[in-house]
Nanobody, 118 residues
Framework: QVQLVESGGGLVQAGGSLRLSCAAS????????AAWFRQAPGKERELVAR????????SYADSVKGRFTISRDNAKNTMYLQMNSLKPDDTAVYYCAARVRGYEADYWGQGTQVTVSS
């Protein structure tokens, strides 16, 4: 069982940046594809960015391409989401997930709130 803990959320003005971290409790995290999802009030959960086990293959939702960067440090069992040029529409609870298959995952974090003010 892998436990995931997100950190780094908060309140930021439009145009600002935040870096989210996701720390995994087990080394098996290194062998899993992982991803960041987000869910805003009244909206469906959205797959924001995905990364393969090695960190060499990444993909992004069109809404964040060119602004967000997903990465991982397997030596630290940690995944990151660098978010730049933030917009009010990016406001949501952000979740990290591991052992991702499509839009599903076996392991989820508790979520961290990101609020972007205009």
């Amino acid at each position: 069982q892998v436990q995931l803990v997100e950190s780094g959320g908060g309140l930021v003005q439009a145009g600002g940046s935040l870096r989210l971290s996701c720390a995994a409790s087990e080394r098996t995290f290194r062998s899993y594809a992982a991803a960041w999802f987000r869910q805003a009030p009244g909206k469906e959960r959205e797959l924001v960015a995905r990364i393969d086990w090695s960190g060499s293959i990444t993909s992004y939702a069109d809404s964040v391409k060119g602004r967000f960067t997903i990465s991982r440090d397997n030596a630290k069992n940690t995944m990151y989401l660098q978010m730049n040029s933030l917009k009010p529409d990016d406001t949501a609870v952000y979740y990290c997930a591991a052992r991702v298959r499509g839009y599903e995952a076996d392991y989820w974090g508790q979520g961290t709130q990101v609020t972007v003010s205009s």
